[in-house]
């Protein structure tokens, strides 16, 4: 704690510059902004909110109402239990409206009230700031911290035990990079601390649920070449280094890791822009009794605007992920989705998604392999600048091959929001 305590006080200095995420991912006061922009992002732009000028800042409320029904609320394999879900979800966010620099922040919250299973309520909130600081023309620096206080979803494989009411926990994170320019050529690095803290719990029977040997602390270093080979191209590289450090040391998770991949991003005719990469990522855990991992990594995302109206976008994102399941030392986490956007009329957004999950869990004596199916479709309408109705369908099935790993969900959402 007082080594996480001490990498923000040091950080939150720099966070006045916070990190800058530009279309390319990159730091950098004078990137050029793609042509390729989503169906959903247009619509956006057309019914941006007003918001209230507070001197070179602009302060944007917004409150969403989501009425949802359930129908497996505890994502269980039998006796599946239903209910309506009401959530209330308030945020304010401000930025400033400077030529160079920026300084942006943000809060929100979640209340959600179930209507016959009370023990499932949950207040969620979540404060943050960034920014960033133009030193040179093609030269910035920026950083950022954040605190959000979350749950953790029903039907979560880590969960430890069977929890009376759901998982809270505390996610800290503070983070510094810089970027450099020159010419066709540029550099980015970035440094994170993550500290995720969880609060312990109980059985419906009144037996104690020790969470605390989840805590951790999570380091990253990243750092990124890329060279621009034309207007439409520019190839990368990537390298990552992390270690994983748990608070109990008897635990014996904690891990160094590293990543590496090369790629490239691309903005072809306006019409299709993206990222894809692939490389090697491992894991090498302190743990005697930990088996190492080492595994090919491909990821990217792309945004194809099929039609004037018509947006595809895909993603894929890989990773090691940690795990409290027995005998494990973590799971290979494989991420596909694919989503359709189309703007109806300039007020109306139709959307579907499709999305595969595989999590193969690895270790000296775990056999454990989940994959996650999601369907979805939902409807925006935008009432002018200030209001959004929608309404959503999400399914899940989760097919595992252990006992009580299977599921199946079904959520139909109803949602308003207003702004300004």
Avoid at 332 to 353: P, S
Avoid at 398 to 418: C, K, Q
């Amino acid at each position: 704690m007082n080594k996480f305590l001490f990498s923000v006080s040091a950080l939150t200095l720099a966070s006045v510059a916070g990190a800058h995420a530009d279309t390319g991912g990159r730091f950098g006061a004078d990137t050029v902004r793609t042509e390729v922009v989503p169906a959903s992002e247009r619509l956006a732009a057309d019914h941006a909110p007003m918001g209230v000028r507070a001197g070179s800042f602009l302060v944007i409320p917004k409150v969403e109402l989501v009425e949802t029904y359930n129908d497996n609320i505890y994502a269980t394999e039998t006796n599946e239990e239903s209910d309506f879900i009401t959530s209330v979800k308030p945020e304010v966010s401000v930025r400033s409206n400077w030529s160079r620099h920026a300084l942006n922040a943000k809060a929100g919250a979640e209340v959600r009230k179930f209507a016959s299973n009370s023990d499932e309520d949950e207040n969620n909130f979540n404060v943050a700031a960034d920014g960033r600081i133009d030193v040179l023309r093609d030269t910035s620096i920026g950083g950022g911290v954040s605190y959000a206080r979350e749950h953790e979803d029903r039907g979560n494989p880590n969960t430890i035990g069977s929890p009376s009411e759901p998982v809270e926990y505390t996610t800290k994170i503070a983070r510094v990079g810089a970027y450099r320019g020159l010419g066709r050529a540029n550099a980015r690095f970035d440094s994170e601390v993550k500290q995720l803290e969880y609060d312990n719990g109980e059985t419906s029977t009144g037996t104690a649920i020790n969470n605390s040997v989840r805590d951790r602390t999570e380091y990253t270093q990243t750092l990124r070449l890329g060279y621009q080979i034309d207007s439409r191209f520019e190839a990368f590289v990537r390298g990552a280094v992390d270690s994983r450090v748990y608070d109990n040391k008897n635990v014996a998770r904690g891990s160094h890791g590293q990543t590496y991949v090369a790629g490239t991003t691309f903005d072809i005719s306006g019409k299709t822009r993206g990222e894809v990469y692939g490389g090697m990522t491992s894991r090498n855990y302190t743990g005697a009794n930990r088996t190492d991992m080492d595994e090919p990594v491909w990821g990217g995302k792309v945004t194809w605007n099929a039609t004037d109206l018509t947006s595809v976008i895909a993603s894929v994102d890989r990773t090691i992920e940690e795990t409290t399941v027995t005998g494990a030392s973590g799971f290979l986490n494989t991420d596909y989705r694919v989503g359709v956007e189309h703007a109806l009329t300039r007020d109306i957004l139709l959307k579907g998604n499709v999305g595969y999950l595989q999590a193969e869990y690895e270790g000296t004596t775990v056999s454990r392999d989940d994959d996650t199916y999601t369907a979805g479709l939902g409807l925006d309408y935008y009432l002018g600048r200030c209001f959004k109705a929608g309404v959503g369908y999400q399914y899940t099935n989760r097919e595992s091959n252990v006992a009580g790993g299977d599921y199946g969900r079904n959520a139909v959402m109803l949602r308003l929001s207003a702004t300004y």
